[in-house]
């Protein structure tokens, strides 16, 4: 089961069952009655109480209304948390033990808020009555809460010896709960049980400038700073919306910034070399955006905390788990990043990393016009090539890739991996004679301010690829920089 899905099944499943077994034993037992089910080790015994989970008491009326409140701004606080957490990339059994809890609360705040108005009052010698005539035991948020599970498993006396307690009975396990309890102990022992899994300890990729080197698809040399997490085989993931800065050699000092869903990746293509992963098809994850809002407050803090600092910046860069263009707000997101770097840091520059494959589209092409820097792929000089490196999820093709690269002359920096290998029985290669000239004519044609250079510097998900080395990729810079356009490598 996806992630997302988790609590819209869980929960609705604890929230009915705890209810059915609640109305079932308020609407035909009188209160105190008991009914051995496994003799005297189960026994269903309805008792109510106005307080906490097993039968814990929370006295007085206001009390139970604070008790009342508490819970109900308990639950909005972990459906909030639980819709957060859905967005990143966690274990689902993370997902089902908090969906466990919230839906455990809310079983409980149904008796405390509405059963003093639906029921009247259970004694010992008569049964409630569902929607009576003269209406409830109750007001509202002063509902008693049902309890029926009672598991007596051991009972026995202390020794006279035993200190406080010595001759006294005991039995265990003396509270009376319910199917919610049982659901919010079952998810806390969990979250117990499970803490290191579900709460590993982040590393910090390495800051030594070497050592950020990387595939420009996923801007390692910039971005790599964010905590990482590899997890179900997506590759490494981007857990925040904003993150850095760290010193890159081609962008400076840089901040790097996330529009993607931060649980998996989301792109036009699925690259053989992407350190990001594969592209899942939609129907296979859910796919959450961080809202046009969400990211202009992440960004307003990061750049008003480093300027309080006196931080350096020198771009603010768009990248991440895919495809930036995707997001529905593109355009309005690039213009509050343009205000608040005009606010923070005038001087700064916005660059964008893109495949250029939505560039077709007015609205994204004009947005990237303006940009600073807006850096786009091309990692082929035949159709047959890109088809099979960058493997598009779209109907798309080289042709119209090209096309949209056409509208940026006067502002396009070209980024461009090159590789070779196997990938399920076909080969592929774009360091050949034949695509290193085609490609050339495409650049000739595109006329870029710059050609950024790179081979794959990290695991990829298609076995079979092959690191290009510096020596074949300096032959390829010289061949670019003798068409007068400037070259930069990067191993």
């Not at 209160?31 to 929370?58: C, R």
């Not at 300027?307 to 213009?335: Q, S, V, Y």
């Not at 990043?337 to 606010?343: D, F, P, Y």
């Not at 006329?447 to 990829?460: D, F």
């Amino acid at each position: 089961m996806k992630k997302c899905y988790i609590p819209w099944v869980v929960i609705p499943s604890i929230v009915l069952i705890d209810q059915l077994t609640k109305v079932l034993v308020k609407t035909s037992m009188t209160l105190g009655q008991s009914i051995p089910v496994l003799g005297d080790w189960f026994i269903i015994h309805f008792t109510e109480n106005y307080g906490m989970a097993f039968g814990l008491e929370f006295s007085g009326e206001y009390g139970k209304l604070l008790l009342s409140i508490f819970r109900i701004v308990a639950v909005v606080f972990i459906g909030w948390y639980l819709a957060r957490l859905i967005k990143r990339p966690i274990k689902k059994g993370l997902i089902f033990a908090i969906s466990l809890i919230m839906g455990g609360a809310i079983g409980n705040i149904i008796d405390s808020s509405f059963y003093g108005l639906i029921f009247s009052a259970s004694h010992f010698n008569q049964v409630a009555q569902l929607f009576p005539e003269g209406g409830g035991y109750g007001t509202f948020l002063h509902g008693k809460v049902v309890d029926m599970l009672y598991f007596p498993i051991i009972q026995g006396r202390f020794p006279e010896w035993f200190p406080f307690v010595g001759g006294d009975t005991f039995v265990f396990f003396r509270p009376v709960f319910n199917i919610a309890d049982s659901a919010i102990t079952i998810g806390v022992f969990t979250l117990l049980v499970f803490q290191k899994r579900f709460f590993p300890k982040k590393h910090n990729a390495p800051k030594d400038p070497e050592q950020e080197k990387g595939n420009i698809n996923a801007e390692v040399d910039i971005l790599f700073d964010q905590e990482e997490q590899e997890q179900d085989g997506e590759g490494f993931l981007f857990e925040q919306i904003v993150f850095g800065p760290i010193k890159s050699r081609r962008l400076g000092i840089s901040l790097g910034v996330n529009l993607l869903p931060l649980n998996r990746k989301h792109c036009t293509f699925n690259c053989l070399y992407c350190e990001c992963g594969w592209t899942k098809p939609d129907k296979e994850a859910c796919t959450v955006y961080p809202t046009r809002e969400e990211i202009r407050e992440a960004l307003d803090n990061k750049l008003e905390a480093m300027k309080a600092k006196k931080a350096m910046l020198d771009t603010i860069t768009f990248a991440g788990n895919g495809e930036p263009t995707l997001h529905n707000d593109f355009a309005g997101i690039i213009d509050d990043t343009i205000a608040l770097r005009n606010k923070y840091y005038p001087a700064a520059r916005i660059a964008v990393l893109s495949n250029g494959s939505m560039a077709g589209k007015e609205k994204v092409a004009e947005t990237l016009k303006k940009v600073d820097q807006n850096i786009l792929k091309l990692d082929a000089g035949t159709d047959e090539t890109f088809q099979k490196i960058n493997n598009p999820r779209i109907r798309i093709s080289l042709e119209e890739v090209l096309s949209n690269l056409e509208k940026f002359k006067e502002n396009l920096i070209i980024q461009t991996l090159f590789v070779r290998g196997t990938y399920k029985g076909f080969d592929f290669d774009n360091t050949t004679a034949e695509e290193v000239n085609l490609w050339l004519q495409h650049l000739k044609m595109l006329q870029p301010s710059l050609v950024m250079i790179y081979s794959i510097a990290r695991a990829t998900p298609a076995e079979g690829v092959q690191k290009v080395q510096m020596e074949d990729l300096e032959k390829i810079a010289a061949k670019v920089e003798a068409l007068g356009i400037e070259t930069e490598v990067y191993p």
